[in-house]
């Protein structure tokens, strides 16, 4: 990396002396140069979360798309198990509160 940066400004040294350009040009290239790099580096872990993201996407494609053309069948257990089931559940003085501390 380093041999980047010095032949870097090694090749903007020989631009500003042959007049091609100043010195406030190669320095905004260089600095422009590092924030881009520096960029694609904060960027590369963010791909890979993306790609897993992807797999996990086509993985889940590929069950919907077997449960809609009817190839997947319920596993059926033992027993007696009910058709339906009517009614509801109701609750009564639920609260939401932490464990008591026990003192020593």
């Known amino acids: 990396m380093a041999y980047d940066k010095t032949l870097g400004f090694w090749y903007g040294g020989s631009q500003i002396h042959s007049g091609k350009t ?16 520096k960029s694609f580096e904060d960027i590369l ?28 069948q319920i596993c059926k257990m033992d027993g007696l198990s ?3 089931c009517e009614g509801s559940i109701e609750m009564y003085s639920v609260g939401d509160h932490e464990p008591a501390e026990i003192d020593n």
Do not use: E, M
């Open 22 to 37: 100043n010195s406030g040009s190669v320095i905004t290239t260089f600095w422009g140069c590092l924030i881009a790099a």
């Open 45 to 72: 872990p963010h791909s890979v979360v993306l790609r897993q993201g992807q797999t996990a996407g086509q993985a889940l494609a590929s069950v919907l798309d077997t449960i809609s053309k009817g190839k997947l």
């Open 82 to 84: 009910p058709q339906f």
